[in-house]
């Protein structure tokens, strides 16, 4: 069974700071990973992608990769309170993807 | 955005009942999905797509079946509804053949089944 885990949460960070998040998987063979948020009531729309080892940088976000240690991460600098939302990692190997539980995000202002 | 719309977006049904939800996509993207959402699970795929009329099972098909007869439509039916059943749906698509395979989400559908 492939898996995607996350860590719940809610993880609480002060506005300005910068929030980690963090995501493994048990397939190898992933080949691309994605981070998306989801606002309560909402459907999930992507904000990163990432499919080679090291750092990809989008404004305020940083996905990181290690395919050795099978660890996904998202770092977002400066958090603001819109910010406030659920972050899903998700895998993918080929055209079905995997999604972890999500990780609530809170941003105090 | 993908132009995606799901119908209805809220439903009561009462157990035993069939249930068909609608997915309609502008965008002529080839692969579309159904998934499920529920607390402390995530998403979980039930059913995908990867051209009309061709359809396989995901993680959570049971008691679930599909079509897709045109490119813009996925129809998810339930065939019997069970209370396990209550849950958010969402249809996603994707429109490339090739990495990164980036899905674009529905509104969602709110299934209640008592």
């Known amino acids: 069974q492939k898996e995607v885990e996350q860590n719940s949460g809610p993880l609480s960070v002060p506005e300005g700071a910068i929030a980690s998040l963090n995501c493994t998987y048990s397939?190898?063979?992933?080949?691309?990973f994605f981070w998306y948020r989801q606002y309560s009531g909402k459907s999930p729309e992507l904000i990163m992608f990432?499919?080679?080892?090291g750092d990809k940088e989008d404004g305020r976000f940083t996905a990181q990769l290690n395919k050795a240690s099978q660890y996904v991460s998202l770092l977002i600098r400066d958090s603001q309170p819109s910010d406030s939302a659920t972050y899903l990692c998700?895998?993918?190997?080929?055209?079905?993807?995997?999604f972890g539980a999500g990780t609530r995000l809170f941003v105090k202002a | 955005d993908a132009g995606i719309t799901q119908s209805p977006r809220h439903k009561v049904t009462e157990t035993g009942t069939p249930v068909t939800l609608r997915c309609h996509q502008t965008?002529?993207?080839?692969?579309m999905y159904w998934y499920r959402q529920d607390p402390g699970h995530g998403l979980r795929l039930i059913h995908y797509?990867?051209?009309?009329?061709?359809?396989d099972k995901g993680e959570v098909s049971d008691g679930y079946s599909v079509s897709r007869s045109k490119t813009e439509d996925f129809l998810l039916t339930l065939e019997s509804a069970t209370s396990s059943q209550t849950s958010v749906y969402f249809c996603?698509?994707?429109?490339?053949?090739?990495?990164?395979?980036?899905?674009?989400f529905g509104p969602g559908t709110r299934l209640t089944v008592t």
């Open positions: 797509s990867y051209g009309v009329k061709d359809t």
């Open positions: 965008e002529n993207h080839r692969y």
């Open positions: 397939d190898r063979g992933s080949q691309s």
């Open positions: 990432i499919y080679s080892n």
């Open positions: 998700a895998v993918t190997g080929g055209f079905k993807t995997i």
């Open positions: 996603a698509t994707t429109g490339v053949d090739t990495q990164p395979y980036e899905q674009y």
